[in-house]
């Protein structure tokens, strides 16, 4: 039987994770992003697709050209953090299944059916990027995910050669300085989106 986690990872992950606006200047090293996506591996996906295409933007010039394709409040958030991650998509994930999922002939699942592989890559990198930020947690950082970007410029800066791939959406990375937190917003009680059926 499984022990249930503690409330000191509970909190960690859930309770008290945030979404930061900002780090302090403690660096994030590479030894800790292959640690990242150790984790991020890990997570289900259907099939284990693996459909997310992460790019970790480390030097000032790749947070600079992320920074020019997103919204003006983000913009200065993706070049000040020590870390900022493209997370993307990758619709022609089913080229990797022979090797991914060897159970099955699943690429055939999805050869000549660009609507099929298009749900699927969004939601199961969507997943990816859900696991990204627990894995994250985990590890002792904190991630600031955003949607204010313009997916079709992103999708021009860092996929122009992978034209399979586009932005799911992006997220700084760091050590979060509590200063730039907002207070808690509601988290309703099981009743208001809930039922048993």
């Not at 409330?7 to 590479?30: H, S």
């Not at 983000?74 to 991914?100: Q, Y």
């Amino acid at each position: 039987m499984i022990t249930p986690l503690d409330d000191i990872a509970l909190d960690r992950l859930f309770r008290e994770g945030r979404t930061y606006n900002g780090f302090t200047d403690e660096p994030v090293t590479e030894a800790q992003l292959h640690a990242l996506w150790d984790l991020v591996k890990m997570g289900p996906t259907s099939a284990n697709q693996l459909p997310a295409r992460f790019v970790w933007c480390v030097s000032q010039e790749a947070k600079e050209k992320l920074a020019a394709c997103a919204s003006d409040s983000n913009a200065d958030k993706v070049r000040r953090a020590p870390v900022s991650v493209v997370i993307g998509m990758d619709t022609n994930f089913h080229e990797h299944l022979p090797e991914l999922f060897p159970h099955a002939d699943a690429k055939s699942w999805f050869d000549g059916n660009a609507e099929l592989r298009e749900a699927s890559a969004f939601r199961n990198s969507s997943l990816q990027g859900g696991y990204f930020i627990l894995a994250a947690r985990a590890l002792g950082l904190d991630t600031g995910p955003m949607s204010g970007f313009d997916g079709g410029e992103v999708d021009k800066a860092f996929f122009a050669d992978q034209p399979g791939v586009r932005v799911n959406f992006i997220s700084t990375l760091g050590h979060g300085d509590p200063a730039t937190i907002f207070d808690r917003s509601p988290r309703p009680a099981f009743e208001k989106f809930n039922r048993i059926a």
